[in-house]
């Protein structure tokens, strides 16, 4: 199986960025090569439910965004690397949450795509002070 790792959260003023990354162990998820799999990051802020931020294609080439960070976050992934990136850019205070890194192993409806995605990292922190 697969093991999600995030890292590069932390502090951060108001219209700073920064640069997550989630990297992957293990090459293979039920039989299929991870890079196979449409990957996704997911947020949680303080006292709320957790929440979709964006998603990448398998082979890196398109991906989507909450309307929230649209134009301001960009995700990217290396495959020969195992690895996929989160670029915060314009920081805003309700971007302060856990992020975590997820697989999506299924379909999920367009309203609940967290229900779309397992083997979740264990989240890294980013903290944006106003």
């Known amino acids: 199986q697969v093991q999600l790792a995030e890292s590069g959260g932390g502090p951060v003023q108001t219209g700073g960025s920064l640069r997550l990354s989630c990297v992957i162990s293990g090459r293979t998820l039920n039989g299929r090569s991870i890079s196979s799999y449409a990957l996704g990051w997911l947020r949680q802020p303080p006292g709320k439910e957790r929440e979709f931020v964006g998603a990448?294609?398998?082979?890196?080439?398109?991906?989507i965004y909450a309307d929230s960070v649209k134009g301001r976050f960009t995700i990217s992934r290396d495959n020969a690397e195992n690895t996929m990136y989160l670029q915060m850019n314009n920081l805003q205070p309700d971007d302060t949450a856990l992020y975590y890194c997820?697989?999506?192993?299924?379909?999920?409806?367009?309203?609940?795509?967290?229900?779309?995605?397992?083997?979740w990292g264990q989240g890294t922190q980013v903290t944006v002070s106003s």
């Open positions: 997820a697989v999506e192993v299924r379909s999920a409806p367009s309203n609940q795509p967290l229900l779309g995605y397992d083997y």
């Open positions: 990448i294609t398998d082979d890196g080439d398109y991906a």
